[in-house]
Structures are given as C-alpha cells and as structure tokens.
C-alpha cells in the first residue's frame, strides 16, 4: 500500500507553508509508504492575491498542475488498487478527471480516494456563499461522492451533520481535527515565557472575514475600555500573516480607527516564526468565529502556552473537549469577558490537551486510510450519537 499525497500550496500567512512537512513526519513515524504528488505554483510570493481562504488563481495552477502529474502515475500503472490518494482540499481543480477515468479502467486500476472537506457548500458561513460560488459548488460536490472508491473525512461531529443533510452518499468518517504538528510548530519558539512573565495580551489571530465576526471582538473591546472592574492595561491585538484585508472593508476602517485611537494593535505582514514569537508572549487567544471548524489557530496557541477562549459553537466543543472554563455563551458579550478576565490572570489546567490531540489528527486519518479507524465512520442512522461525547 501505498499513499498518493495530493497536498495545499504553501502560503507564508496560512497553516499549509507547514502541511506537508507536519504530514511527511507523522507518515515516517507510521512507517508508511508515501509519494508527494508535485504540483507548480503560479509565482514564489507564497502570498494571497484573489480570494480569502488560499489565492483564486493559485489554488487553480496548483491543483491542474498537481492532477496532471497524478493522471500520469495513474496512466503509468504507479497507482494500483492497492493504493490510496489523499487530497488535503475536497475542491481539486481537475478533479473531474478521476471519474472519468476511474469508471472506464479496471477495478486493479481504482485506488481508494480519500477527500478532507474544510467546509464547502455545506457550511452557510462559508466564502463561497459570500461570492456567490455556492450553487455550482454544491453539483461539484455531489461529482465528488460519485467518484469510485470515494470517502469523504470531516473534521468533527458538526461538520458530518451538516454534510449529511446535504445528502452526501459517500462514506464520511470524523478525523476531529486539523492536522497538526506540535512538534515542528514548538521547535520555532523552544524558549517560551512563562504564563506570569508575559505580556498582558490578547490576540485575534482569525482572518479579519465577516464569518468571524470581528465586529464582535471589537464591540467586546470597547466595553472592556469603558469598564473600570476589568483589567485596564491589557493590549488587543489582530495578528495576520498578511496586509489587513477583509470581505467586508468596514471592519477593516473600524479596526484602523480603533488603531489610531490606541484600544487596538494590528501585527500585519507577519512570518511564522513572528506570530509564533508573539504568540509566546501572549496570555490568551480569543476567536469568534462562525465558522473555523476546528481552528489551527486554536492548536498552535494552546501549543504555544496560551490561553484560548473560544464560543460553545459548532465545532467548539467537541475540539475544546466540553471544557466551560475556556469557552463563552455564543453570543454573549458579558460571559465572553467574565471568562477572559479570569484567562488573563493565570494558565488553565488544560494548557496543552487541545494540541495533544489535534497532533493526532493525522493518525487518525492513517487509520481510517489503512482500515483500522472504522470507530470514526459516521454513514449510520446513529451518527449523531458521539456529538456530546468527550474525545479526550
């Protein structure tokens, strides 16, 4: 058996400059059999031109370039039935050309297919609604789940729901969890304050979109100014890997003005390594997103010795482990400052828990690939049994 790994261009404000090395590593531990499947970028700026989530016209080069040097494996007989392809991203460009093929070679010729969906059509906060992409995404989809020997890997329990109501046929497994590699992600930053020493900072480390409600963080903002019983000398702060930049520009002249009033920092432009490094001088990690499914920047905070307070939504729980001292009644701007006053004054318990297992995700993703996960398969009537349950 072998893995056909159909990775994510990298990008220097986003988790995939890191993917593929966090992958190869869990793969050589397992002792697994892998091929990277090459793709091309369209320039070397790892940077974001069009789009928000990864660049439109990057995304496309990439994902064409990578498929026609899969096909051509394919056609040389390197990819057998014994074999399994993993697409880190549900939406390949080219993808179609798996179909087309598969139903007209041999069955010693269709590798099992393995696709991780990071939100799709399926989720209402999702880009593709916001730029009018969804209609045709949603038929693109159900091309995915009658590809043959096709399995779809959700990231949690919410995300399955959603996919099954979308009436996806296709197996669908729960990895919960982003890949991860705490490892790789704590070796940029190997001297890391201690809670007590560092600064008294919080950051929003999300993209400044509208599905993540930055009008919410920035409202809580103003109240905790206006509010002499909260810690008065704590720095707000946005970290992006990029310029400031949103699907809806009024929260970006909001966050500017807040700038230049002084209740708001903006760490633009950042390389890894400086978010990391900020990171470890930071005492909490605030998100209120609608839609994160998860969230990288939840495991590299929590890898990073930070607090992390994030809203009892969607895939929040089942990520946080049902933990109520370190998540908020959505969308209560009060409780989410009650229980980040208490984060900034000293470390949770459970620093470290939420990167443990997240840096399981890819095992996980090995066992369900080489048949020894079926506890996370989700076709069933019973489905949503586990939702409540504690995965760790």
Request: a negative charge; charged letters at 25%.
């Amino acid at each position: 058996m072998e893995i056909f790994y159909m990775g994510l261009e990298p990008y220097e404000g986003r988790y995939t400059l890191q993917l593929q090395d966090w992958t190869e590593r869990a793969y050589k531990k397992r002792r697994i059999d892998y091929t990277i499947v090459p793709g091309t970028t369209i320039d070397d700026t790892k940077a974001i031109s069009v789009g928000q989530v990864l660049d439109a016209h990057g995304r496309s080069y990439f994902g064409m370039s990578q498929m026609m040097n899969l096909v051509q494996m394919m056609r040389n007989g390197r990819v057998t039935s014994k074999d399994i392809i993993f697409f880190e991203d549900m939406f390949q460009p080219g993808m179609e050309s798996l179909p087309y093929i598969l139903h007209q070679v041999e069955e010693k010729h269709r590798p099992k297919i393995y696709l991780r969906c990071l939100a799709q059509a399926i989720d209402p906060d999702d880009f593709v609604h916001v730029w009018g992409m969804s209609k045709w995404m949603s038929l693109y989809e159900q091309m995915c789940n009658e590809i043959p020997n096709v399995n779809i890997l959700a990231t949690n329990e919410e995300m399955v729901a959603h996919m099954r109501i979308a009436n996806w046929n296709a197996p669908i497994y729960n990895i919960s969890g982003l890949s991860f590699g705490k490892e790789e992600v704590q070796s940029r930053v190997p001297e890391r304050k201690p809670f007590e020493e560092r600064k008294m900072r919080v950051i929003f480390g999300a993209r400044w979109d509208q599905e993540k409600q930055p009008a919410f963080f920035m409202d809580m903002i103003r109240h905790w100014k206006h509010n002499t019983k909260l810690l008065p000398e704590v720095e707000f702060a946005i970290c992006c890997g990029g310029p400031l930049r949103s699907n809806n520009q009024v929260y970006v002249d909001q966050a500017r003005q807040m700038e230049k009033e002084g209740t708001l920092k903006i760490y633009e432009n950042l390389k890894k390594n400086e978010y990391y490094d900020i990171l470890a001088d930071s005492r909490v990690l605030f998100n209120c997103a609608l839609q994160d499914w998860v969230s990288n920047t939840v495991s590299e905070a929590d890898a990073m010795g930070c607090n992390v307070l994030f809203p009892a939504y969607r895939s929040f729980p089942e990520t946080f482990a049902n933990d109520e001292t370190r998540m908020y009644v959505p969308w209560s701007g009060r409780d989410a400052m009650e229980k980040l006053k208490v984060l900034l004054t000293k470390p949770s318990p459970s620093i470290g828990l939420i990167s443990d297992w997240t840096d399981g995700t890819i095992d996980r993703m090995v066992d369900i690939m080489t048949g020894t996960g079926e506890q996370w398969r989700r076709d069933g009537r019973h489905y949503r049994t586990p939702v409540c349950e504690s995965k760790y």
